[in-house]
């Protein structure tokens, strides 16, 4: 197995199984008072992740998943800053190019129910006020926190090989590819998609370019 394949492994099953805080094996959440589950990650299914019901097409997929915003909870609980993640991460460690995607769900089918979106530039807009650029960004940065933590366990090279691991930053849209919505998105997303990773790709985050996808195909592209 590749070496990056490995680290990638042994990050998913500490991160799965290890407590972030062992002093204090119990983080409450302040605002509700309900415990928080003192790991790293939690996996689901990616449609559990959507919480509005109507989307179908999020709701439906089954591909597993990393959490990331319970990631950020739990790691804001334990005094860590609070930043602003993505929806999820999937480790790509089924392939010869192993991979970290970092998903953010976002609907298009709700822009076009917008009435103040009446031209593409209007769309784009629209795109641009996702934050996207943000979310990758700290994102990145909570990965960092997690990768580093003391109660991961992971050695030098471990952490040297996760940091040259390529990372893809993917929107995740409800609506399908080949269908007249998915080409004028794919061409809206391409014209702006310098703006929505501003990290750079020669960063020692190894940041790939942003690419959008599509909830039609999503389970398949990852069950291949």
Same mark, same amino acid.
């Not at 990050?11 to 799965?16: D, E, P, S």
């Not at 750079?200 to 599509?214: I, V």
């Given at each position: 197995m590749d070496v990056k394949n490995e680290t990638l492994e042994k990050?998913?099953?500490?991160?799965?199984k290890n407590y972030i805080n062992t002093a204090k094996r119990k983080i409450i959440n302040k605002k509700t008072g309900e415990e928080i589950e003192n790991v790293f990650f939690t996996e689901k299914s990616l449609g559990d992740l959507e919480k509005d019901e109507n989307l179908t097409c999020f709701t439906q997929l089954k591909v597993k998943v990393i959490d990331f915003d319970k990631t950020e909870e739990r790691l804001r609980e334990n005094k860590v800053r609070s930043r602003k993640s993505c929806d999820a991460i999937k480790f790509k460690t089924d392939t010869n190019k192993p991979e970290i995607h970092f998903i953010e769900l976002k609907s298009i089918k709700n822009i076009d129910k917008d009435t103040s979106v009446k031209t593409s530039e209007d769309r784009i807009n629209k795109i641009r006020s996702f934050k996207f650029d943000k979310k990758i960004r700290d994102s990145i940065m909570i990965m960092s926190e997690v990768i580093e933590h003391k109660n991961m366990k992971l050695t030098t090279d471990d952490i040297e090989n996760y940091y040259s691991t390529p990372k893809q930053p993917i929107l995740l849209l409800d609506i399908n590819k080949d269908g007249q919505d998915g080409f004028k998105f794919t061409l809206e997303f391409l014209?702006?998609?310098?703006?929505?990773?501003?990290?750079? $790709?020669?960063?020692?985050?190894?940041?790939?370019?942003? $690419?959008?996808?599509?909830c039609g195909n999503f389970d398949e592209k990852y069950n291949n």
């Open positions: 990050i998913l099953i500490n991160g799965k014209s702006i998609r310098n703006e929505l990773t501003k990290i750079g $790709k020669n960063d020692a985050h190894n940041l790939l370019d942003a $690419k959008p996808a599509y």
